[in-house]
């Protein structure tokens, strides 16, 4: 069951599975793909005319580039500081204050990132929307829908998360600030919009 508590100077999230852990390292390599549907997700036209879209990729996508891969490196950092949890498979990672804006980012357009290179459009994020996917659909909808948990978090909507746990079993008092997240890929908690 994973988990997420107030830290001092972040979050931790724990009870992370090995699938959590290969999709949070997999952020990187999502937004660093060199498919041309991800650079057109992640670096969309901004301009109708073909001659001031070619002046503005001119300027201005080499910083961008530079910026995801600034935020990247703080991902990297973060994920290789992860703890196995003694005894269990399970892990634990701290994502502090200070590289909230760097994870927020890079979880976008990691989702941005799924969504195109598996062909999901808005009816497979739907309620019934798994009996329309294939497999590979539905785990690239399970990494997504994980990813805005992580995201969620980050923006501090744990809080509200705390009525997923069962408030019964005293574990959101154990965590300290924090709450269980127990549901299967397809749930109904808090997901910020792919944008």
């Known amino acids: 069951m994973m988990w997420a508590a107030r830290a001092d100077d972040g979050y931790l999230v724990g009870g992370l599975t090995r699938d959590c852990l290969e999709t949070l390292r997999g952020v990187p ?20 005319s ?3 879209e070619q002046q503005w990729r001119e300027h201005s996508t080499p910083e961008l580039e530079r910026l995801f891969m600034s935020r ?3 991902v990297r950092k973060d994920l290789a500081a992860v703890r196995k949890l003694e005894a ?11 590289h909230a804006n760097a994870w927020l980012a890079s979880l976008n357009a990691a989702r941005l990132a799924l969504f195109v290179l598996n062909d999901l459009d808005a009816r497979h994020l739907e309620r019934d929307g798994d009996s329309l996917c294939t497999d ?10 994980f990813l805005a948990e992580i995201q969620c978090i980050l923006m501090g ?3 509200s998360m705390d009525d997923l746990g069962d408030p019964e079993d ?16 397809m749930h109904d908690g808090p997901i910020p919009p792919l944008s």
């Open 29 to 48: 390599m999502l937004v660093e793909s060199s498919d041309p549907r991800v650079r057109e997700r992640l670096l969309p036209d901004t301009y109708d």
């Open 50 to 52: 073909a001659e001031d």
């Open 72 to 74: 990247l490196q703080i």
């Open 88 to 98: 269990i498979d399970l892990w634990v990672l701290l994502l502090p204050d200070t």
């Open 136 to 145: 590979k659909q539905r785990e690239a909808v399970w990494r997504i829908q």
């Open 157 to 159: 909507e744990m809080e």
């Open 170 to 185: 005293g574990d959101d008092e154990e965590h300290g600030k924090g709450a269980d997240i127990d549901h299967g890929p």
